[in-house]
């Protein structure tokens, strides 16, 4: 992506769909039970909820949308940056960022009371990930190298080397600036690169369908709701019955708010093609000649 292919629709369509997402809860919400919910509300949104629900980009109500879309405003001047780099000024970058965001906290991480407590900021790592990505990009080649057992077997070993060195050895590597953790995801990112998934229509809705379920439960006050509702539903975690409760609360959760969002992309469409036909449609002097 080129500056001279930056526009601002795939800002406005991002910025609409976490706009629509912040508005329509928080009015539901006061209108519908706010005598009861506010109160508590108030306090988990902050001070001013009206404010957050109108600028949630601003305001940072969902921290992966804010930084989201400031990377998006600036992807375009980056892939000028990192396009611009050859390929040993590029291995180079590479290696500081991992020095500084991966090796620093690996070593010291764990004597943190938080694993990414030394830098700890979303959008910087958001960057990191940002030119990992645009690394295997340039260089797939040598990608294409690693099979798909080979990654699946990395991921999976570093994964069990968190959950041992923590549980028995009582070192916290679970950060995800932590070596290990890193290491897992980029295995696994490029295991997924090179499965030949056959194209499914389902699994494409799906997959459209994540943003919109991520904006849907993680909103202060629909999580608050939402999740309350669900812990109050389940049995005690003594119970046999916890694990299967969870898992089939979890996936009622997202498929309630996967049609709350194809709900939304229909109407949206279809005001959109009101909207086209509306505005384009010539008018009855023009059709009759009169």
Not at 48 to 58: E, R, T
Not at 68 to 90: D, K, Q
Not at 199 to 227: C, K, N, T
């Amino acid at each position: 992506l080129s500056c001279k292919e930056f526009t601002f629709a795939r800002l406005a369509r991002l910025h609409t769909q976490v706009l629509f997402y912040s508005i329509v809860p928080f009015l539901a919400v006061m209108l519908v039970c706010s005598h009861k919910t506010v109160p508590n509300v108030w306090k988990v949104a902050g001070h001013l909820p009206a404010v957050k629900a109108f600028f949630p980009i601003i305001s940072n109500q969902w921290w992966f949308a804010t930084d989201y879309f400031v990377l998006s405003v600036f992807s375009p001047f980056i892939n000028r940056m990192l396009n611009g780099l050859a390929h040993r000024e590029f291995s180079t970058l590479i290696g500081l960022v991992f020095v500084v965001f991966v090796g620093i906290p690996t070593t010291f991480g764990h004597l943190l009371p938080k694993p990414d407590q030394w830098f700890e900021n979303n959008l910087a790592w958001f960057f990191v990930l940002y030119c990992i990505g645009a690394f295997f990009r340039r260089n797939s080649c040598l990608v294409a190298k690693c099979g798909v057992a080979l990654n699946l077997a990395i991921a999976v070993g570093c994964l069990m080397f968190v959950c041992f060195a923590f549980s028995f050895g009582g070192l916290n590597f679970r950060g995800r600036q932590q070596f290990p953790v890193v290491l897992a995801a980029a295995s696994l990112f490029l295991a997924f690169l090179r499965m030949n998934i056959r194209q499914s229509r389902f699994i494409s809705v799906l997959a459209g369908s994540s943003f919109g379920v991520y904006l849907i439960h993680d909103h202060p006050m629909m999580r608050e709701i939402i999740w309350n509702f669900v812990a109050c539903s389940f049995p005690s975690a003594a119970s046999h019955w916890f694990i299967p409760a969870s898992m089939v609360a979890i996936l009622g959760v997202y498929c309630v708010c996967v049609v709350a969002e194809l709900s939304r992309k229909t109407i949206f469409r279809c005001f959109r093609r009101y909207c086209l036909v509306k505005f384009s449609q010539p008018s009855r002097v023009d059709i009759f000649g009169n």
